[in-house]
């Protein structure tokens, strides 16, 4: 059985278009104490879950108190073919503690956006009322969620879906689908057992302190650095160029994406020993990569030069803040591969498609990076990475006669962690300034990916 079909796709973008544009905000509480809405869903299942479609729509949505005091409100949302009967929790707030601000205890914020932490939807068809899929939100975010499907009288299926990828599918449920209408969260999640991956829906926002103050450290450097082509900082503390290594015009100069990724590292590695890396080594191949055929272009087409590039700068970060055994490749890049099934929009149609993962002389494509990095937020919370971007491509200034050949043109910092809010975030860092993920993601459709990962520090000093 398909995980969306046909209208129920529909219906999603519907929702996603919906939700999309309200901001996530919340410190969520560990799955095991979301407050438990059975008794709330017996109460209601006859009226809202079972009652014909054009009764269910006609009714006013109501707000209904827990025994815990939270609020919940129950309503009915229809697209052309389908409708949601939705139990929403009220959305609360709350922020810990940091270095500059107190912790804020959580607060209700009177309202009910329908993914707030503990809320409930079932999915049924307009025509005939059947119930086709049931959606739970364990995190305050529209982008991670548990569904179920009914695949027999007696059984039903399980998906784990975190920012469009598809974590788990088709965990077994040994209940019938109606009987899911009136289940306690925890007794349905104990019925996946261990297949169910817990720790994606609950983050230790402590381990991501040192990440905020590493963050929060480089932030205003930024404003004295400028882009410039081909511009990096040599070990003496000169703009140079990377090409040539001579001097920039001290009127014009600055950093390109590759010298502003070696003045990070540079400023994590300083305060421990006291001097900047040399431009030439970091320029050397590294690792496998390439064969007989691009060794022909490797000069004139420049095609590994991201690549190699972060590979050098991590083999000496890992050096100096793990262990010379942490030089190798194989302890720093990324190769781990969490899903293999990917919900991909295309013009606010969304399709599910097979995600291969880490790929040799590739990396990963681009469109599963967000799901990617909530993982290795949660997997790896004290490391953050550097990127190199590539794509295949013929040559620029003679497209004619020339093969496409994969070449690494762009470099960055992507730092993924959890904020004092508990919220997931993706700070990224290139070419002189911070961007958003959303900009540096839709800038590469089609496009590649490689990570290596770098350990966080607290000190920073360009």
Not at 44 to 60: A, C, D, H, I
Request: aromatic share 12%; proline share 6%; net charge neutral.
């Amino acid at each position: 059985m398909p995980i969306i079909e046909g209208d129920m796709l529909k219906f999603f973008i519907f929702l996603f278009i919906l939700i999309n544009f309200t901001p996530v905000f919340g410190l969520d509480l560990p799955v095991s104490r979301i407050s438990d809405d059975s008794l709330l869903r017996i109460r209601f299942k006859e009226s809202w879950m079972l009652e014909t479609p054009s009764r269910v729509l006609s009714q006013r949505s109501i707000i209904e108190q827990l025994e815990t005091g939270e609020r919940v409100q129950i309503s009915a949302q229809e697209n052309n073919n389908e409708f949601m009967v939705l139990f929403s929790r009220e959305l609360i707030r709350g922020r810990a503690e940091t270095d500059t601000t107190a912790a804020a205890e959580r607060r209700a914020t009177g309202q009910f956006p329908g993914w707030a932490q503990g809320s409930w939807m079932l999915i049924r068809r307009k025509d005939t009322g059947d119930p086709t899929l049931i959606r739970v939100f364990l995190r305050s975010d529209q982008n991670m969620y548990i569904q179920f499907r009914p695949i027999s009288p007696d059984r039903s299926q399980m998906d784990v879906v975190i920012y469009g990828a598809i974590i788990a599918r088709s965990i077994p449920v040994a209940v019938g689908f109606e009987r899911l209408y009136t289940m306690r969260l925890n007794d349905i999640i104990r019925l996946a057992d261990n297949k169910f991956p817990l720790r994606y829906f609950e983050p230790d926002i402590a381990n991501y302190r040192d990440t905020n103050r590493l963050i929060s450290q480089v932030r205003p450097h930024l404003s004295g650095l400028r882009f410039a082509d081909d511009g990096a900082i040599d070990e003496n503390g000169n703009y140079v160029l990377i090409e040539s290594l001579y001097r920039q015009n001290p009127n014009t100069q600055g950093l390109n994406c590759s010298g502003f990724v070696k003045w990070f590292i540079d400023g994590i590695l300083r305060p421990i020993t006291g001097r900047r890396l040399q431009i030439t080594p970091l320029k050397a191949p590294f690792g496998q990569r390439g064969s007989s055929f691009t060794e022909n272009w490797e000069e004139s087409r420049d095609v590994f030069f991201g690549l190699d590039w972060i590979r050098n700068l991590a083999s000496e970060a890992n050096r100096t803040l793990r262990s010379p055994s942490y030089m190798v490749l194989e302890e720093f890049e990324v190769r781990r591969d969490n899903f293999s099934l990917l919900m991909v929009n295309q013009n606010r149609n969304f399709t599910v498609h097979s995600y291969p993962g880490f790929m040799d002389e590739a990396g990963y494509s681009i469109e599963g990076l967000h799901p990617l990095l909530y993982t290795l937020a949660i997997d790896e919370p004290f490391s953050f990475y550097l990127a190199a971007i590539s794509n295949e491509i013929a040559n620029p200034s003679n497209p004619r006669g020339t093969p496409r050949l994969r070449q690494y043109y762009h470099v960055a910092v992507l730092i993924p962690y959890f904020d004092e809010a508990g919220i997931f975030r993706i700070v990224v860092f290139e070419s002189a300034a911070e961007t958003s993920f959303t900009s540096f993601r839709n800038r590469y459709p089609g496009h590649f990916i490689n990570l290596v990962r770098i350990p966080v520090t607290t000190r920073f000093t360009p």
